[in-house]
């Protein structure tokens, strides 16, 4: 019997999220029925989280046990071969029993692309948010730092009803290592690195970055909102377009 | 009566190509009832050409006549605002009545993209063929320097049934001003610019010039395959989603 890591990128756009639902197509579901033609069992692979509609990834991590004879580098060519060209498996390794997608992750990365200039081209619209009005950008970076270290993110946290059923901590306390955002050519794009993330919580900080660069907020009010502990003080929830699940930590 | 002539770019996948069918997702319908919504007017646009299901454009040109008051310019975020983000206008300017983005156009630009690594990013899928195996690709770049000139086209032409119907000269003679391959990272790029193109004549030179990469065909079987106006000594037509028509010239 082995524990193997996967290593994920998908095209959010074509999947109805992360997490396996009857008659949708999901990237887990596609996964386990993938796994299922190569070994004949019935699986239901272990992400590092779940990713919601329309949400990317570069570097998903997942773990299924399997017991078939397969060789384990074999994996990544025999699923690549069966899976849809949105989800490719770009590596795959042997882990000890104990290793788990989720509760072994120590860290993840976020990346949130917004696409500034007037029009936006076809090629991109499925992997950016496009938002072309003014913004203060150097606003919004200082208003970025302000949210590092840990804190109660309960404000920026979607109400998530699948909590407790998987075991999480109860506590919407989480550390954030560093966030940050930049240009970088016609895209701003904002990089996140914590120790866990909240339901919808990269994409309600985005949107509460976003007040401060239309100067709706100041850049203190950023402080004030994460102190406050009420979803209602923060900023509405961006597009899932944008946003990629950079990598996971372990 | 303005005839007007707009620069588009579109995301082929989305789209049964550009002709008009009806219960079809089609770039020219979509186009017309764009511009109904805005001008109340019942109109087919003119397309240089049509491209096939799943091939992209960065810079097709379309043509309309409208009596409507909207002024020129206010056209381009007009049509943006009601067409799919997988259409963009670009820009729109008022021409001569005699201007035809079709017979008007004097030369086009197509470009082919073929991803060679062996695992295809889901992000590209849609907009590259994946084509990982050995090529010789110094080959394959003499191969394309063959068929600059003009020359009859039929061995690398499709069938067209539509071929006649739109006033289309019956010969297959066209004029081929530049075929060159390139690397561009990860990418085998295939541009070719020419007074014309038949029926899937890109997708079928890309196809020959594959042949000649695999070494199934020497270099020299170009000019062969070219004398014999005969479709079935080239090699099979590629898919679509890695062509893109560049532009138009007049």
Chains 1, 2 share one sequence.
Not at 14 to 35: C, E, H, K, M, Y
Not at 69 to 81: G, I, M, Y
Request: glycine share 8%.
């Amino acid at each position: 019997m082995r524990n193997l890591k996967l290593i994920l990128a998908y095209d959010g756009a074509d999947f109805s999220g992360w997490q396996v639902q009857p008659d949708t197509n999901t990237v887990q579901g596609t996964l386990a029925s993938a796994i299922g033609r190569i070994t004949g069992e019935k699986v239901l692979p272990q992400g590092s989280g779940r990713t919601d509609a329309g949400v990317h990834a570069l570097a998903q991590v997942m773990t299924f046990v399997t017991e078939s004879s397969v060789p384990t580098q074999n994996f990544v060519k025999a699923l690549n071969d069966v899976l849809p060209p949105s989800i490719r498996v770009l590596g795959v390794s042997e882990m000890p029993a104990e290793f788990h997608a989720r509760h072994s992750a120590r860290a993840k990365t976020y990346r949130y692309r917004i696409y500034r200039e007037s029009i936006c081209p076809p090629f991109l619209a499925r992997y950016v948010w496009h938002y072309p009005y003014r913004l203060d950008e150097a606003a919004m970076a200082r208003g970025a730092g302000l949210v590092v270290g840990e804190n109660d993110f309960t404000s920026f946290a979607a109400v998530d009803p699948e909590r407790g059923r998987e075991g999480d901590p109860i506590s919407n306390v989480r550390t954030i290592f560093s966030s940050k955002w930049e240009r970088v050519d016609d895209e701003l794009v904002y990089t996140v690195r914590g120790s866990g993330f909240l339901h919808h919580m990269v994409r309600n900080l985005v949107g509460t970055f976003i007040l401060v660069g239309r100067s709706t907020l100041q850049v203190g009010d950023v402080t004030t909102i994460l102190a406050a502990r009420d979803r209602s003080a923060a900023g509405a929830t961006v597009p899932a377009s944008g946003l990629y699940l950079v990598g996971v930590e372990y």
